[in-house]
T-cell receptor, first 113, second 110 residues
Framework: KAGVTQTPRYLIKTRGQQVTLSCSPI?????VSWYQQTPGQGLQFLFE???????NKGNFPGRFSGRQFSNSRSEMNVSTLELGDSALYLC????????????FGPGTRLTVT | SQKIEQNSEALNIQEGKTATLTCNYT??????LQWYRQDPGRGPVFLLL?????KEKRKERLKVTFDTTLKQSLFHITASQPADSATYLC?????????FGKGTRLHILP
């Protein structure tokens, strides 16, 4: 089976802009979770989608949003970018949810200038 | 608040020896615990999952122990190789919530 794919791999944006990241889960996985990883904070949970519904949400501001499509593909959007949003954004899929083992994609490296 | 602690300092181990990494947690009663490996610039890779009623789990050269009394998990790599050099993350699960530790960098010296 193909692994989790994320696009784009690298992105440079300016403060105030918005960005959309895409994730395709492993075939058959219905849960997609998004994480932000920074050197200081480590891996932090953003939100999880299951069958097109947001099932869980982490402690991030409303500028961070996401959605899941009927084919389980997911997108996350960050509006009004801030310098502190620079991070590696990881998508993970799971057969049943976050309580199962997570299969991560390679990530999108976002740099905000 | 819930807290997971992994050695923030890098661990240097001579090739061929056993590497042991520690994951301690407080204010949490995980149903199970997972270990992941992460290489620079890549996403974490799932290695092992151990449930709260299991004391030990093995997979090839890897062994994980889970002590719910001590609130600690140990992750062992036997006969370590330079290719085992990476950051290792532990993660705790309960009630569909997952929390990751910040990871320990492991260097296997040839």
């Amino acid at each position: 089976k193909a692994g989790v794919t994320q696009t784009p791999r690298y992105l440079i944006k300016t403060r105030g802009q918005q960005v959309t990241l895409s994730c395709s889960p492993i075939s058959g996985h219905r849960s997609v979770s998004w994480y932000q990883q920074t050197p200081g904070q480590g891996l932090q949970f953003l939100f999880e989608y299951f069958s097109e519904t947001q099932r869980n949400k982490g402690n991030f501001p409303g500028r961070f949003s996401g959605r899941q499509f009927s084919n389980s593909r997911s997108e996350m959007n960050v509006s009004t970018l801030e310098l502190g949003d620079s991070a590696l954004y990881l998508c993970a899929s799971s057969p049943g949810g976050r309580s199962y083992e997570q299969y991560f994609g390679p990530g999108t490296r976002l740099t905000v200038t | 608040s819930q807290k997971i602690e992994q050695n923030s300092e890098a661990l240097n181990i001579q090739e061929g020896k056993t590497a042991t990494l520690t994951c301690n947690y407080t204010n949490y009663s995980p149903a199970y615990l997972q270990w992941y490996r992460q290489d620079p610039g890549r996403g974490p890779v799932f290695l092992l999952l151990i449930r709260e009623n299991e004391k030990e789990k093995r997979k090839e050269r890897l062994k994980v122990t889970f002590d719910t009394t001590l609130k600690q998990s140990l992750f062992h790599i036997t006969a370590s190789q330079p290719a085992d050099s990476a950051t290792y993350l532990c993660a705790l699960n309960r009630d569909d919530k997952i929390i990751f530790g910040k990871g320990t960098r492991l260097h296997i010296l040839p």
